[in-house]
């Protein structure tokens, strides 16, 4: 596709249930993040990979969140037994370039978790 | 503190108006700078992107970078309505963006 495509768009889960998102980057697009976003707030990061390779874990707030991109280029992120707070949009974003710098990043539309 | 700081807002002005979106920050190592903006239940999209400090212009858009005083900021000149958004700041020192918290414009005709 000509961007980046997250599914599903909307999710509702029952706290304790386990949740997958995937994001499907843009072709050929080298480096791919994952972002958090509560209501009202900006992005905040979870994790960078660079093709296969995750290179940046550090912002994944518990072992609950778990992320792969097997074969450099579709990404999944996993969320184990959801709890209320990890409400939000979760946002992916691919770059055609590597470490150093990025630069820009494009974003997929989000995937909004709601953990009742 | 975060290492990103901005104003969420909300800015309301009325169609025409220049408009003036700040953030501050404090990690020294940041040089790359930029303004994504964001629509309601959308993905940020970027508008501007600056390497250190000076200014940048395109179209009605203006970004400066003062890496002395650690403040960026992002002009929109003769605003419209369809520039009712979220603008985001963000900032690098490597290869990941750290992002403010945006803040929300709200243009009125």
């Known amino acids: 596709g000509a961007g980046v495509s997250q599914s599903p768009r909307y999710k509702v889960a029952k706290r304790g249930q386990d949740v997958a998102l995937r994001c499907d980057p843009i072709?050929?697009?080298?480096?791919l993040f994952w972002y958090q976003q509560a209501l009202g707030q900006g992005p905040e990061f979870l994790t960078y990979?660079?093709?296969?390779?995750?290179?940046?874990k550090s912002g994944l707030p518990s072992d609950r969140f778990f992320a792969e991109r097997p074969e450099g280029s579709v990404s999944t992120l996993k969320i184990q037994r959801t709890q209320q707070e990890d409400s939000a949009v979760y946002l992916c974003?691919?770059?055609?370039?590597?470490?150093?710098?990025?630069?820009?990043?494009?974003f997929g539309e989000g995937s909004r978790l709601t953990v009742l | 503190q975060k290492e990103v700081e901005q104003d969420p807002g909300p800015l309301s002005v009325p169609e025409g108006a220049i408009v003036s979106l700040n953030c501050t920050y404090s990690?020294?190592?940041?040089?790359?700078f930029m303004w994504y903006r964001q629509y309601s239940r959308k993905g940020p999209e970027l508008l501007m992107y600056?390497?250190?400090?000076g200014n940048k212009e395109d179209g009605r858009f203006t970004a400066q970078v003062d890496k002395s005083s650690k403040y960026i900021s992002l002009f929109i000149r003769d605003s419209q309505p369809s520039d009712s958004a979220t603008y985001l700041c963000?900032?690098?020192?490597?290869?990941?963006?750290?992002f403010g918290r945006g803040t929300s414009l709200i243009v009125h005709p």
């Open positions: 974003a691919s770059s055609p370039v590597g470490t150093t710098n990025t630069g820009e990043l494009f």
């Open positions: 072709s050929g697009h080298v480096s």
């Open positions: 990979f660079q093709n296969e390779a995750q290179l940046d």
């Open positions: 990690n020294s190592a940041f040089q790359y």
């Open positions: 600056t390497y250190s400090s």
């Open positions: 963000a900032m690098s020192g490597s290869y990941i963006p750290t």
